[in-house]
């Protein structure tokens, strides 16, 4: 028999004394910041992993364990996000690796429908780059707070005030620094600590495999051994305002951190503060707005769905995110969308590929369901008896678009098969057109690499050769059913259905649309913005 949807006060109050534990947040930068390395660096300082991988894998190391696709292990890049969890000084921790490739910028808009918080990292060279403004914008669309980490500082870099500037000046967020960093990035002899004005040194282990030794000097010792670097960085630190929680959670102050994820240095003090400072589960709004509470009966939102991470088993994982209740292996479940039961009898934990069957969840905690076929990105999941629909995620503007056909047509079966589960688990937006047919579907993405794992994975998975051909549009619109025959009489113009019915127009460029938009004022052209409610 299924539990029963009606908790009793000893479980509620276990339930939120479950949540208070948990700290689900997600790392986000623009490529190359070192988001997969600082994953790592985290995962090796809780103990859970005894030796860091590398990016590259070189020197006969191995791959970091957020990294886990052959084309992410080939290029060095994340091109799809990764969920890790475990214990650290009593807490649980759900860190959740997203892609900085600007062309998986949906994956990542998805993860951050899912934690409480958001490292955000940034190279000590390069300061606030593009891609990262473009997920801070996302962060305070959704509310989501943010804890600055610089990272690289073992390099040459920018001016520490000057970072901080660059964070007021153009994103109008407040830096508080926890700790500073003694010594010019290039030059970094440890950091001052902020509370007690002790510095903490590091032995860097070769390689970074191992983590840094600390040795913590008084701050009488750190003037006698680093005199001026020592003054400067307390003269600097000074002008700075200090820790205001308040606006932290608030979205308009950042707790701002340094060091070096690939030597392990300033890791162990990011950890800390994450556990202190990070905000805990709390209660979410339904598509109505209204709050579920984390001692509610059980809710989760799917926010991720993936295949082929088990190449043995073609099995197919539901990434949920725990919003409220206990989740029990095993129980029977509503699935929102349809209102019919869903099994929760195979259900895991990860650390990168790497599964654990997971019994009991709380809220924060993020669980794999195997073989969840019924389920796409964006679905509620809810105990019997204690309905809830959570906000569907939308989607980003795509600005590529092709068609993909397979030239064997004995494969034509598992062509429709593949691009139907890509279209499921959001690798690629899937239309289809009445010019071209189901044999040809459009696939519609943020940047072109997005069509690249896409035929990797029908390759791989299904054993289907695909071929694409560029279509010439470069924006898309929302229209209505009204809107249809005038806008397929435009020369240039094509209009297509997305699979959740939404009809796309789609253009070559701002001056066709334009120019469509004078001579028929009345038609319905939407624009696609990611994050709009």
Not at 233 to 261: C, H, I, K, Q, R
């Amino acid at each position: 028999m299924p539990p029963s949807s009606a908790a009793s006060p000893a479980a509620v109050s276990g339930v939120a004394a479950e949540a208070a534990r948990r700290r689900t947040f997600a790392v986000i930068s623009h490529p190359d910041a070192g988001k997969s390395t600082l994953t790592e660096a985290l995962a090796l300082h809780a103990r859970v992993i005894g030796e860091a991988g590398a990016v590259h894998g070189k020197s006969g190391r191995r791959t970091v364990i957020s990294d886990w696709m052959e084309m992410e292990q080939a290029r060095g890049i994340s091109v799809t996000s990764a969920a890790l969890q475990f214990e650290y000084q009593g807490h649980v921790i759900n860190l959740l690796d997203t892609p900085g490739h600007a062309d998986f910028s949906e994956d990542t808009y998805r993860v951050l429908a899912a934690v409480d918080c958001a490292v955000m990292l940034l190279d000590a060279a390069k300061g606030l780059e593009p891609q990262t403004l473009k997920l801070f914008d996302v962060c305070r669309h959704r509310g989501v707070p943010v804890v600055t980490f610089v990272n690289k500082w073992d390099r040459p870099g920018m001016h520490v005030l000057d970072l901080v500037d660059e964070l007021d000046q153009r994103i109008g967020l407040t830096a508080t620094p926890l700790n500073w960093p003694v010594g010019e990035a290039g030059t970094f002899h440890g950091l001052l600590d902020r509370d007690d004005e002790t510095m903490t040194t590091f032995e860097r282990a070769p390689g970074g495999a191992r983590i840094a030794e600390e040795h913590v000097l008084t701050a009488a010792e750190a003037k006698e051994r680093y005199a001026d670097a020592w003054g400067t960085a307390l003269d600097e630190v000074s002008l700075l305002d200090t820790l205001d929680t308040e606006t932290f959670l608030t979205g308009t102050s950042t707790p701002m951190l340094f060091g070096a994820a690939v030597v392990n240095v300033g890791v162990r003090q990011l950890l800390d503060a994450l556990v202190a400072l990070a905000p805990p589960p709390s209660a979410r709004p339904d598509a109505e707005g209204a709050p579920r509470l984390v001692d509610a009966p059980f809710s989760g939102l799917v926010f991720k769905v993936q295949a082929g991470m088990d190449k043995a088993h073609r099995d197919r994982l539901a990434f949920v995110r725990v919003c409220s209740g206990r989740f029990e292996r095993g129980a029977v479940v509503t699935h929102a969308a349809t209102g019919r039961p869903f099994a929760t009898k195979y259900a895991r934990t990860m650390l990168g590929r790497e599964r654990e069957t997971i019994d009991i969840a709380y809220p924060g905690d993020i669980v794999g369901l195997v073989n969840a076929n019924a389920l796409t990105v964006g679905d509620t999941l809810h105990a019997e008896g204690a309905p809830v629909a959570f906000p569907p995620m939308p989607s980003f503007a795509p600005e590529h678009f092709v068609t993909a056909r397979t030239a064997d047509t004995s494969k034509a079966k598992q062509f429709r098969r593949g691009i139907e589960q890509l279209a499921e688990e959001g690798v690629v937006q899937i239309l289809t057109s009445n010019r071209r047919g189901d044999g040809a579907p459009i696939l519609a993405a943020v940047g072109p690499l997005q069509f690249e794992v896409a035929t990797t994975r029908l390759g791989q998975e299904f054993g289907v050769p695909v071929a694409l051909d560029s279509l010439p549009y470069g924006l898309a619109r929302r229209t209505d059913a009204d809107g249809v025959p005038v806008l397929n009489a435009e020369a240039g113009v094509e209009v297509a259905e997305r699979r959740d019915g939404a009809l796309l127009a789609l253009f070559p460029d701002k001056w066709r649309l334009a120019s469509v938009q004078r001579r028929h004022p009345d038609i319905v052209l939407e624009p696609l913005v990611a994050g709009a409610d």
